[in-house]
């Protein structure tokens, strides 16, 4: 009997009246594995925020956190049961559990005595636990697609019927009851606020996985896994390349499971990430990065939610702040405030109706996933679109507490030479509604020459407090963090005498 096998030897008492459940375990009994089971989940972030996904670790799961000397990864241990939690992170883009780290890797001399040894290594790591988290967390990701589909059905069944077919549900009380179940583990892995606990919901996935199994073993033979080793290499002095480490250690791995290599239509991948002489083996638990789960409409620029979440954190807002994007393109970084802050008020604007238009998509999109999700009808977002023109506002002097945008760099958008205009405007501007003494601005940009040489003429309203560098699409770019000085605004008098309307 497999560890996993005896880590469900519990007894479920399933109250379907009172929608209870509850796991009964005899007095001398050790407790289950999974409830105690510790691992190393490793996860990628935007390059340059390495510090604020690590702060969002300690503060959301309590977790210490290791930031790696590989830029943009960053390690924490938890227990199996805080894995729903670890997928509500908003600050990381891809999760993997570690199944083993080499911190001085001594590599041979010559290329094929490394790759003989990559090819040997895959025999000696201990791959049990890693393994149990990647089974529990693919269970996970099918509930989580049987729940959308439930939630779709039946959202349209109120739409139609006001209130389901009762006596349908009363028909089928299996059906219900797995309704039920799938549901409590979801909305868990939807929404981490939900007090419950969940060792309790991960021994009844592994009890469901045990009995799918012993099913599945009665019928027919176990179908075999298919596999790919993904290889990210750091560093000059190695004498290999990342396709030929990932060749030999995949075949490794296939001679010590006997799984299948398939580089498209993978159950398992396999990481092998190298940075100089440090080597991490991983399994990843994310399929698709998770900064793409707020945009549905796309658009040449867009920004990922990951970077806008940092962003946004950056300036710390608080309770009641207006926070407004004056260049929003498809509006991620108000989407994202709106989704985290949503004690806080958003404005998403920007001078291209086209952009505009994609903004007001989105938010209309993550407004119907959220009362699918909920079943219900929502209230609305605190957010707004407005098409505007960056450099004349419509909004009051002083009336803004935080602007975070992402300006344009002159390479996909607009240009470096109308940048040398653009960006002294645009800091005039956001001077004016920003308000004086608290007010704050995160901003965006590759044109670092541009916007250094335009914050140098505005010293007496905005202060830089922090850089951070980051890494957009291969451009090396900072974020810069302002605070607005307490000096009030002074409107300019344009040529024929007459003052901005606002």
């Known amino acids: 009997m497999s560890d996993v096998q ?110 003989k040894d990559f090819e ?62 799938d549901s409590r583990i979801l909305d868990y892995y939807e929404n981490p606020a939900i007090k419950e606990e969940i060792s309790t919901l991960v021994g009844d996935d592994l009890a469901s996985c045990k009995d799918e199994t012993d099913e599945g073993s009665k019928e027919e033979t176990p179908e075999v896994l298919k596999f790919r080793v993904t290889c990210n290499r750091a560093g000059e002095k190695h004498c290999f390349s990342s396709n030929e480490a990932a060749r030999d250690f995949g075949g490794g791995v296939q001679d010590y499971f006997k799984w299948k290599a398939d580089m498209t239509n993978f159950d398992v991948e396999v ?20 900064h793409r789960r707020n945009i549905t409409h796309f658009g040449p620029t867009t920004l990922r939610s990951t970077l806008a979440y940092g962003m946004l954190r950056l300036c710390a807002p608080q309770p009641t702040d207006i926070i407004v994007d004056p260049m929003c393109g498809t509006g991620a970084i108000p989407i994202e ?23 007001a998509n989105n938010i209309s999109s993550l407004l119907t996933k959220s009362q699918i999700k909920e079943g219900k009808v ?33 390479k996909r958008m607009g240009s470096k030479k109308r940048n040398w205009n653009l960006y002294p405007a ?42 951070v560098w980051v890494n957009i699409g291969g451009l090396h770019a900072a974020v810069y963090l302002l605070k607005r000085t307490p000096q009030a605004f002074v409107h300019p008098v344009e040529q024929h005498g007459e003052r901005t309307p606002w």
């Not at 990430?273 to 998770?290: P, R, Y």
């Not at 405030?337 to 505009?356: M, Q």
């Not at 003494?437 to 010293?459: E, Y």
């Open 6 to 115: 005896e880590a469900t030897n519990q007894l479920l008492d399933v109250n379907l009246h009172g929608n209870q459940r509850s796991i009964q375990v005899t007095e001398s009994g050790p407790r289950s594995e999974s409830e105690h089971l510790q691992v190393t989940i490793g996860a990628t972030v935007p390059t340059g925020f390495e510090q604020t996904a690590a702060d969002e670790v300690r503060e959301k799961l309590g977790s210490s956190c290791k930031i790696s000397k590989d830029r943009g990864k960053i390690y924490f241990d938890i227990s199996v049961e805080s894995l729903a939690q670890v997928h509500c992170l908003r600050s990381v883009d891809n999760l993997f559990v570690v199944v083993k780290e080499f911190k001085d890797y001594q590599f041979k001399e010559t290329k094929e005595e490394v790759l």
């Open 337 to 359: 405030g709106a989704t985290e802050w949503s004690n806080c008020y958003h404005i998403a604007g920007d001078n291209n109706p086209l952009a505009v238009n994609r903004a």
């Open 271 to 290: 990481l092998l990430n190298i940075h100089d002489n440090e080597i991490v083996v991983g399994i990843a638990l994310t399929e698709e990065s998770l």
């Open 120 to 181: 040997e290594l895959a025999g000696k790591l201990p791959w049990s636990e890693p393994l149990k988290v990647w089974n529990v967390n693919t269970s996970f990701k099918k509930k989580k697609t049987k729940r959308k589909k439930i939630n779709q059905n039946s959202s349209k069944e109120k739409i139609d019927n006001g209130q389901g077919d009762k006596a349908e549900e009363r028909d089928d009380k299996k059906g219900f009851t797995n309704k039920t179940l």
């Open 426 to 467: 645009c800091l005039r501007e956001m001077s004016r509604v920003c308000r004086p003494g608290t007010g704050r601005a995160v901003l965006l940009t590759q044109d670092k020459k541009c916007f250094t040489k335009a914050l140098s003429g505005m010293g007496h309203v905005w202060r830089k407090v922090h850089t």
């Open 378 to 410: 929502s209230w609305g977002l605190p957010i707004d679109a407005v098409q505007w023109d960056i450099c004349n506002l419509p909004l009051r002097t002083g009336s803004v507490d935080i602007i975070v945008t992402d300006m344009p760099f002159g």
